[in-house]
């Protein structure tokens, strides 16, 4: 999209920086800009769906789902597996985030850090279970290990990630690409979809 909308006005990408002089607020278009290419583009709105009857059959079968991503991404999918009520109180739901600190410490000192997220997935995954990997870049060794453990313990993987989907997104059964130039962007984009999963989780189940 090489033109975005500021203050109502249609203003190309080439005159942003002689339009908007503040720097935080050229990041505020940025974002503006970037959340605009993700509600617009039909895929996106197609993985929703195909991502929120994934984990709704998932549920319903008795299995369980998994998520990880690192930093600001562990929060989000912490976020995501602890959101007991999003709309109304409903019952509790098999998601589980892989962010236990004592696990994360003790498997990076004695095999590595690229083995924190893989090794729970290796304890605990069962066939027909769900990893959800969150990763701006789709690169990070934990997570591609992590992917590569589900894939063998015959798990789907859904894939939030940003850029180009790095080597993550040919380990995922679908993955969504978020818009976006910076890893903050990608992570407000990636919180945005998993807000729209819970709903439409809760939504789809009759939770609501």
Known sequence: MAYGIWRGEFIKDSDVKERITDPLLISLYEKQKAFSQFALKAENHKWIDD?????????????????????????????FAEEGRFRKDREPLPVIALADASHITCVANDFGFDAVFARPIQALGKPDDLLIVLSTGGN????????????????????????DGGKARGGCDFYLIAPGETSDTIQEIHHVALHLLVEGIERKMGLT
């Open 140 to 163: 990070s060794p934990n997570i591609l290990r992590a992917i590569d453990m589900a894939n063998d313990k015959q798990m789907k993987v859904i894939g939030l990630l940003g850029r």
């Open 51 to 79: 991502a929120t009857a994934l984990i709704c059959d998932i549920i319903h079968r008795g299995n369980k789902v998994f998520i990880c991503g690192n930093g600001g991404s562990l929060c989000q999918a912490m976020h």
